[in-house]
């Protein structure tokens, strides 16, 4: 008993460490968008990530090469398409509210599960979808259920992806280690980075000043503030995702799974503390909708799915 709940513990530390770093550094992706693209950013912290686990790949004996490289490649490009949602919406939205609709994610995995795979959706688990849906409802606000802004449901799509992707993960790349699938997650990150420059230099667009000209700018001449906290974004990632994938090797992932949700009222604090950010109470009863979704979703079943973690 004393040795499950000491890897308890350790596993909730983990991944308030997972949270409070990636709460942080995503609260900077907007100095970032003042100075650079969303593709320019993509294609330097993939770089910058890239040399960080060359460094550390033989000192750790990281085993980066892919067993079924298609399917970690196709996997990647899932979750890579998700995080170029979720990086453009945060030039524009709270941390908070976009992090809020990457962890509706579980409720769509049980939709796939059910309208692809077949898969039922069993007990509480028809509970939760409902609640997770009435709290993305409020989450997003009075603009978005409008039609006014096709802004704020970015982080929902931003979600059904990250849905697919980690179906992709338990279906496609059951074997692979948790460094090949990082690894592969920023390759293509840096693939798209690469593209969208190349697509930008080739036929470049009106490009608004500042952060409102994230997704339209394309390849600039860095500044030092976009060198810096590009980095900070590349090391905080993988410290993070180095945290998350430690404390579901240490701990039962349903326990995990809700433990993660710490990511939203980290995501706040944040943005209070950084920038002066609060949240409306409606929001706020939102986001603790959709963690109670979390919880009843992750409560041990006949049928396990899988769980939304930002890898």
């Not at 709460?23 to 950013?41: K, S």
Request: net charge positive.
């Amino acid at each position: 008993m004393t040795d499950t709940t000491n890897r308890t513990l350790a596993a909730f530390g983990a991944v308030l460490i997972y949270a409070s770093v990636i709460a942080y550094t995503d609260n900077y992706v907007r100095v970032i968008a003042r100075d650079a693209g969303l593709w320019q950013f993509h294609a330097t912290r993939t770089a910058m990530a890239f040399a960080i686990l060359a460094l550390v790949a033989l000192p750790l004996s990281l085993k980066l090469w892919p067993k079924r490289p298609r399917a970690v490649m196709a996997r990647s490009a899932i979750h890579g398409a998700a995080m170029v949602i979720y990086f453009g919406a945060l030039a524009f939205l709270p941390v908070a509210q976009v992090a809020a609709g990457l962890f509706t994610a579980p409720i769509f995995v049980l939709l796939i599960q059910r309208f692809a795979y077949g898969r039922p959706i069993l007990g509480l688990q028809i509970l939760a979808v409902v609640v997770g849906f009435v709290g993305v409802v409020l989450v997003l606000g009075p603009e978005a259920l409008s039609g006014a802004t096709f802004a704020a449901l970015l982080p929902v799509i931003s979600g059904a992806l990250y849905a697919m992707g980690n179906i992709a993960t338990r279906e496609w790349c059951e074997g692979e280690t948790p460094e090949t699938i990082v690894a592969g997650f920023f390759g293509m990150l840096g693939v798209i980075g690469l593209v969208g420059m190349a697509v930008l230099w080739a036929f470049p667009m009106e490009v608004p000043v500042g952060p409102e000209g994230f997704l339209q700018r394309g390849p600039v001449w860095p500044t030092g503030e976009f060198m810096w906290w590009t980095f900070v974004q590349a090391a905080g990632s993988l410290l993070g995702v180095g945290m998350i994938v430690k404390a579901y090797q240490i701990a039962e992932a349903s326990r995990v799974s809700v433990f993660e949700y710490v990511i939203l009222p980290a995501s706040a604090a944040w943005g209070f503390f950084l920038w002066g950010e609060t949240l409306t109470w409606i929001a706020v009863a939102g986001m603790a909708l959709i963690v109670l979704a979390g919880v009843l979703i992750a409560r041990p079943q006949r049928v396990q799915p899988p769980i939304a973690s930002r890898q």
